[in-house]
């Protein structure tokens, strides 16, 4: 979404208030991330992310 934006890491950075490290490491792949940062991002773009229910299936 950044690049669709035509937002640099560093303006992404910025606009969203976190740091430069954690959008590298967040475009990375980085296995594990802070979700409070990665929404900062998110909500830039009109997202979030959050816990959904699990729906049962009954077998």
Known sequence: MR???HLTQ???AE???VGLRFI???????P???LDKVN????LF???VGAVP?????E
């Open 10 to 12: 560093v303006e992404l």
């Open 32 to 34: 594990t991330l802070r």
């Open 40 to 43: 900062q991002i998110l909500n």
């Open 54 to 58: 699990m729906t049962k299936t009954d």
């Open 3 to 5: 690049r669709q934006y």
């Open 15 to 17: 606009k969203s208030g």
């Open 46 to 48: 009109g997202y979030e």
């Open 24 to 30: 590298r490491e967040l475009e990375q792949g980085k």
